[in-house]
């Protein structure tokens, strides 16, 4: 994908060209813009774009992509605004040390986004979804200095990563549901899913991320803090594309899995809360950009809702509204960072009068303004109407809905005007900056948006023809055309407006007044889930420092005992839980020197039992295995007894080698407690291993194996010893595998004895001090 | 370490164990033997001698860095698969060939030369610990 390389060329051309890279690399986005555009004829008509390759196919993954309706509108909302974007962060953070490494980040972000909307499988639905999430971190956590920052870049990544593995393992559940890894295939499954005994694990997980991604109540609380973000950061993901990809998500997944109960109870009620919680939160700010970052969130909770009641109407609302709110939000947020970027400050108490500084900002701030305050002639104005429209004749608890969708939608309004109006009005008042209109890179973006907005709705058929209509009837599914135009006409959803905009009017005026109720309020509740969040995130961190602390105490012994009473126990316990003992073998006459060797071996273990010096046990040991090397020489494993004789020997060696080394005391000091545990374990693990030999030798011995080796061993592989034609012939990849191991081994204990060697000079060795 | 007779004996010793390592290396595919055998012994030789003359004599004497002789070991053996794929077989396919020296036919192959890598990785592995373990004794 583009974007991918545009990141990768993006630090140099910053350093060649300064800010004025951001225009060369908005053609980046540009491109990819107007090759998505090319595709809308194709689309538009109803057909879907979708091509891939095969990846992995005895696993069934496939990368592959697929383009919709709702995949078009997203991919040309990304690029579009992503080009302004571009241009835009070009002026913004002009003359900033890291412009290079914000241009990449920006363009790796809009190529996971864009990879995320066109994705077909659920790999790469996934592994994008994940990527968004990443780059976001990095954007957010951006100005890396301030502690602010990272822990909003931490909060992000934790959360919206926490909703990732909730996606993942919903996705696995629908694949295991319906047996298909695609959304194509998915989207042809017809009632496949709903009708799956595995729906609602499906369907909580996969809300599980959306809403997490989506900001959804009570995980509204990321997105605020992510407004540390640079501006333009802001603009773009957390207004105009990476929340809404929980949104796309759940839109995505409507024709399979709306329409029934749970889905149409559980989104609408989120949703519902979502965007009452968000604009009421949104009146208590007097930052501008915190005030339309709650706003997003309440929009969020509007889109949700909508793709909750799922029908028509509520379905082409909610694609009206997801074009409407990209453009007018990120216009919005462009706004506020240019003010802040030329006055020095954003609080909106101390900003008046700027219309004269900044004329151009001030009409590309109404501009956004009116399609977000909802009123005619721009487009944000027909998203309003089917919202009412479809909650105009409310049946039963859908009537709560619609208030709570009047007074989020009249307080939007309020805060809409208040970003965009109040700052331009009144008597110029001093800010920490002399107020100037910014460069053109700055104001481009807004205006652009702004203008799209009217624009849109003014070409309200073309519109509809381009995007609506194919975004709604790929959300619900089946064909459905978006007719709505900026034309009122009487009826319930234009009173419902008029109601909306008065009230949006009355709360504007006192929006002060406002403020400081809802500011007197949270002070009562005084918790909020940005506090719950640390209090999980502390609590975990203790677990887990907990936890280490018993599990890696540092004490080898334990670490062995553990390890061995493991052993002993998976030995052991399935043989005994399910009655699988083997039947008591029976004893082969055995040839007097066969017996002797046996002896050999008994004593070795008795004389490493009984040693009293580690050396001695240790020779002792390598007695049993010489032993045990004869036992396979006398019967039959000449190649096994050799390797084995050499092992003993090499290990003998190595052994004694290291105990001298670690400087342990020359006898065994242990209480005779520990040493009877010990020697429990030790047993239960021999005893085990004995066992379950036993068991496998009493199954009927399948030969075909053998039998192949020793028939092809001499004519394919021209060799007469068979194991070891296996190992370096029929079995040479395991082989080379094998001694890979062996070397990285190999140079892992280098590097300890290195390092311990190093240590030793400085304080006794941790063994010693056990 | 100090004694005589050990001092001694090792010199043999290692030369020994060096050849009948190679011996069991050439003869693994018809009788028991091979790569990992073979390299085992040649590593015990190394450590013995290491032992009895000191870490510094035993490096000298091989002269490359035993991890370096792993990682050659290691290379040799992936590269002995790759023949394979220009005649179209799959990787690590073996492919002989029995050129006659001297009026001796000789099988060559590419799994000989896996194994060898096997034997190389072998031995420079638990040389090189054997060696790292005896050189802290002078430290």
Redesign the interface.
Known sequence: MLPFVGALFAPLLTRVMKHNAGWLLAAVPLLVFVHFAGMLGTVGSGAAVSAGFDWAPSLGLRFSWYLDGLSLTFALLISGIGTLIVIYSGGYLKGHPHQGRFFSFILLFMGAMLGLVVSDSFLMLFVYWELTSITSFLLIGFDHGREASRRAALQALLVTGLGGLSLLAGLLVIAQATGTTELSSLLGSGDALRNSPLYLVALVLVLGSAFTKSAQFPFHFWLPNAMEAPTPVSAYLHSATMVKAGVYLVMRLNPVMGDTVAWETILPLFGGVTLAVGTLLAVRQTDLKLMLAYTTVASLGLLVMLTGLGSDKAIEAAALYLIAHSMFKGALFMVAGLIDHETGTRDITGLRGLRKAMPITFVAAMLAALSMGGLPLFFGFLAKEEIYATLGSPEGWQAALLIVAICGNALMFAIGFAVALRPFMGDATKTPKAAHEGPISLWLGPVVLGAAGLAAALASPIAHRLFSSPTASAVAGSPIEVTISTIPHLGVPLVLSGLTVALGIVAYLGLDRLRAAMAGVLRAIGWGPDQGFDQVLRGLLRLATGLTRIIHNGRLDIYMTVTFIAVAATLLLPMVLFDELPAMPYVPALRFYEWGVLAIAVIGVAAVVHARSRLTAIVSLGIQGFAVALLYMLFGA??LS??QF??E??SV??LA??M??LRLAPTDHRPLRQKLLDMAIAGACGIGFALLLLKVTQMPFDDRLSQFFNTYSKTI?????V???I???FR??D??GE??V??V???A??AL??IR?KKTEVRPTVAEEA | MQTLIFRTATPFLTCLMLMFSVF?LLR??????????GG??A??AF??HGIAFGVPVVRRALYFHP?AI??F??FA??VA?LPSLLFGMP??T?L?SAPSFFGISV?L?T?MV??I??YL??V???T???L???D??H?
Do not use: K, Q
């Open positions: 000449p190649d050799f390797t050499m092992v020997t090499l060696v190595i080698l290291v001298t080394r592989a021209h060799g007469r010893n194991v070891n034609v190992i370096v012939d040479g990849l082989t080379l001694i890979a062996v070397m081994t190999g140079l204990i280098l004895v290195r060697s | 069991v693994g595919h018809n009788e028991p033997g091979g790569g990992f055998t085992l012994i590593a015990s450590a013995i991890m792993a990682g070991g290691l053996s992936a698969g990787f690590l073996g002989w099988d192959s799994v896996f194994d890598g096997v990785v072998v420079g592995s638990f090189s610990i054997a790292a373990l005896e802290r004794e430290d």
